[in-house]
Structures are given as C-alpha cells and as structure tokens.
C-alpha cells in the first residue's frame, strides 16, 4: 500500500503560482512513476504530468507545457507540481497518484494508488 497525501492547493489570481505537494508514505516510493491528475466540474478526470521513477522522464499536456513542472525528491518521499502563469481554466480538484514501474504512464488505470485531492482556484 501506498498512502498519498496533497497539499498546496488554494485560491490565486490568473497568472499567479502555486506549488503542490504530495507526501507518500508506505511501500517505497522510489518503485513507483507518479502522475498529477486533475479533475473540473462536469469534466473527465486528465493527466497533467508524469514522472518517472528516477526523474529522467516527464510528461506534461499539451495545455500546460511550458506553465507546469513535474520533480520528485524520493530522499523525502514526495512529488510536487509546480504551476505558474495560472488561467481559470486550471481551475480544478488535483490528484497525485503512484503508479508501480519506472515508467511515466498515461493510462489512469495504470495508477494504482490515488490521494484525496487538493482544490485549486484560479480567478479572473
């Protein structure tokens, strides 16, 4: 079992920053390829970002490239998604999830562990 906790999530203005975090504890995290997912109202759950177990691969969507930065620090058991130039649009719950392998996967049925979300709310 992997235990994921979200933090950072909050209320900023468009073009603001925010910095999420998601601690793990449990199995060991180095194991595991991590994912941000995110979900607004009325929409689909999507894949922000990916990263793999040691770092050397990312993915981000095509609708925050060059806004959004996956790292991981596995000497503390954590993820974080840093997010810049904010839109409204980003408006939504987000979700770290852990996925066993070194691959960065795409598939959400991939992930095999999930925490409990964090808000973000972007204003105009």
């Known amino acids: 079992q992997v235990q994921l906790v979200e933090s950072g999530g909050g209320l900023v203005q468009a073009g603001g920053s925010l910095r999420l975090s998601c601690a793990a504890s449990g199995r060991t995290f180095s194991n595991y390829a991590m994912g941000w997912f995110r979900q607004a109202p009325g929409k689909e759950r999507e894949l922000v970002a990916a990263?793999?177990?040691?770092?050397?691969?990312?993915y981000y969507a095509d609708s925050v490239k060059g806004r959004f930065t996956i790292s991981r620090d596995n000497a503390k058991n954590t993820v974080y998604l840093q997010m810049n130039s904010l839109k409204p649009e980003d408006t939504a719950v987000y979700y770290c999830?852990?996925?066993?392998?070194?691959?960065?996967?795409?598939?959400?049925?991939?992930?095999?562990?999930w925490g409990q979300g964090t808000q973000v709310t972007v204003s105009s």
């Open positions: 999830a852990a996925a066993k392998g070194p691959v960065p996967t795409r598939k959400e049925y991939e992930y095999n562990y």
């Open positions: 990263i793999s177990w040691r770092s050397a691969t990312t």
